[in-house]
């Protein structure tokens, strides 16, 4: 008896999500040092920019290349959907750290979490954005069917 094969991703999702990865990391990590030096919240926020700068680099050049949508119109959408995952990332970071060291967590280690957590928020709304929005093919293009 064949097992059916396990379903696979097409390339762009796998490049997709390994970009969204390194612009999290960046958007992660980088808290840390801005944390030495400003409260949390703004860290958080400063955080999310540069990693969302990261991540138009990464997908404008690597995971969506071949787009014909215009560049201003590539940054206009990505700027767009970043408000809207940066809200979420904003909003659900200190509350989830909130959480975590109510639970007996220190400080650090909440916020971590906490940032961490929320980020994935994000991610989840960037995805789709940026999949349906930031990079889709403009609408003339996609009725011509090309």
Known sequence: ??????????????????????????????????????PFIAAVAIAYMIGMVAGFLLYSRWVFPRTTTPLASQIGRFIAVNIAGG???VVFAPLLAQAFEGGG???????????????????????????LITFAEPA??????G
Do not use: C
Not at 105 to 131: C, T
């Open 105 to 131: 967590l220190d400080q650090g280690a909440a916020q971590a979490i906490g940032h961490g957590l929320a980020i994935a928020v994000g991610a989840v709304i960037n995805y789709f954005g940026h999949k």
């Open 1 to 38: 008896m064949d097992q059916p094969a396990a379903p696979r991703l097409p390339p762009d999702a796998v490049k997709f999500l390994i970009a969204g990865g390194l612009a999290t990391a960046v958007n992660w990590l980088v808290r840390f040092p801005l944390s030495t030096v400003l």
């Open 87 to 89: 809200v979420a990332v």
């Open 140 to 145: 003339a293009k996609r009725l011509e069917g």
